[in-house]
């Protein structure tokens, strides 16, 4: 292993399973742990075997199932699998019981070392605390070859204390020295400073012993504080998948790993993730976990490859690099999203369009943007389904007869519904009426019915949420059939019509995407009857209305 390699250490399983309302069940807890294997993380500690003991079952069969190459593949690269211990022999006899069948397995004992921890929690003088992790290291080496000691609160202890300490855990047979910032006290210069003297002032420090850092988000620091450590020297990090933890979380997996990937020639230093698959594990441990990854979380949040801003997506479509550091592909993401909402412009309209097989020249655009920043002023944000109901309203129809020009409707329990409705006509004049019906798509029917004086029969009427959400785009369709007439062609011969249209609008208000619908339909109506009475003055053939 070289210097410029940092080992993750993944400890979702222990600490971010100590998340209030966080615990899976054993087989999740499998499950997660074949999937970080599958991920590349260097270690996995599998649970605090002590707490209970469906945590020492679920532990060990992590141990057994994970912690060992698959049969036939001896070679396989495993995961070393770690058991979490508090200095005492029962802890560790039950972490080792946990972890022993693993083929790398590993003991990870603690003990406090800050004043405040050890005058309130252990009642311990310092050098009780000295002779305490020499005697623990020393019996948990006796078990397992590979052991790690981690000096709780480390951020809040005297540095020259924990030379002391941490001088005898290497002493003891420690391997790893894991420095933990319990409670997100430091720092990212603090921390470094912290990490920087242990491995310059800690006796017995040599090639062979890995420095790590564990640090808590308490401030929002966690990561900022971990990469410092790293810089300081330390070679494994202790994470965990979307920072889960206790309180604020700890520091979060993705964002370490992408930040050194990112910033590679500022670390220059490697990891073995395949980072490919961290948007697929995030999602997993937030099923099981029930902790929600919120929108704006770095890396795996739904935000964090999606843009809105108008200057935004005109950038990103014209070149990439100008608001993204990473590729999504590089985390498990398909592709950026630019989301399409009231800040968006007509570039990115225009872009969304025309993957969307819709090609439209500048007038057709203009109409478009008009409808789109239109409907934008009234739901966050405009999905694919949007733009296809807005276009199908905006270009799909016939030419406008009647045209919606306003509205306006009450109803309820204590009143009769009412309509009033008002339409511009073919003429250009206004028309208002107001009308009663059963229900308010009723009285809006009746009022229209009132303006426009097509007999027709409404065959069917459907409305249905184009999306999801209380803002929900609403889409109408109607079916209405044209009353029966006759029209003499000649004397030898008459044609009888009966035709039905179908209309379609969309709207946030249901009422108003109804009152669309039928005029649309109403519309395509007037037209055809329009257009078969001058075909059948002209004689020219077929009559279309």
Known sequence: ??????????????????????????????????????????????????????????????????????????????????????????????????????????????????????????????????????????????????????????????????????????????????????????????????????????????????????????LGLATANTLAGIRAGARQAEVTVNGIGERAGNTSLEEVVMALKTRHPVFNLETGIETQQLSRISKLVSNYTGIVVQPNKAIVGSNAFAHEAGIHQDGMLKHQTTYEIMRPEDVGVNQSNLVLGKHSGRHALRNRLAEMGHSLDEIELDKAFARFKELADRKKVITDLDLEALIADEFYKPRDVYLLNGMQVSCGTMGMPTATVRLRGPDGVIHTVAAIGTGPVDATYKAIDSIVSVPCTLLEFNIHSITQGIDALGEVTVRIQSEQGSTTMDAQSEVTYARVYGGHGADTDIIVASAKAYINALNKLIIARTEGSEKVKDNIGVMLG
């Open 1 to 218: 292993m070289t210097n410029n390699y940092v080992k993750i250490f993944d400890t979702t399983l222990r600490d971010g399973e100590q998340s209030p309302g966080a615990t899976m069940t054993s087989a999740e807890k499998l499950e997660v742990a074949h999937n970080l294997a599958r991920l590349g993380v260097d270690i996995i500690e599998a649970g605090f075997p002590a707490a209970s003991p469906d945590d020492l079952e679920a532990a060990r069969r992590i141990a057994v199932e994970v912690g060992n190459p698959p049969e036939g593949q001896p070679d396989a690269k495993v995961p070393v699998i770690a058991g979490l211990a508090r200095a005492n022999k029962p802890d560790i006899d039950k972490a080792w019981e946990a972890v022993k069948d693993a083929k790398r397995p590993r003991i990870h004992t603690f003990l406090a070392t800050s004043a405040i921890h050890m005058k309130h929690k252990l009642k311990m003088d310092p050098e009780d605390v000295v002779q305490r992790v020499s005697e623990m290291v020393t019996y948990a080496k006796t078990l397992c070859s590979d052991v790690e000691f981690s000096p709780e609160d480390a951020g809040r202890s005297e540095p020259e204390f924990l030379y002391v300490v941490l001088a005898e855990a290497i002493k003891a047979g420690a391997s790893t020295l894991n420095i933990p910032d319990t409670v997100g006290y430091t720092t990212p210069d603090e921390f470094y400073n912290l990490i920087d003297g242990i491995i310059q002032h800690t006796p017995g420090m040599h090639d062979g012993i890995t420095i790590s850092v564990h640090c808590h988000d308490d």
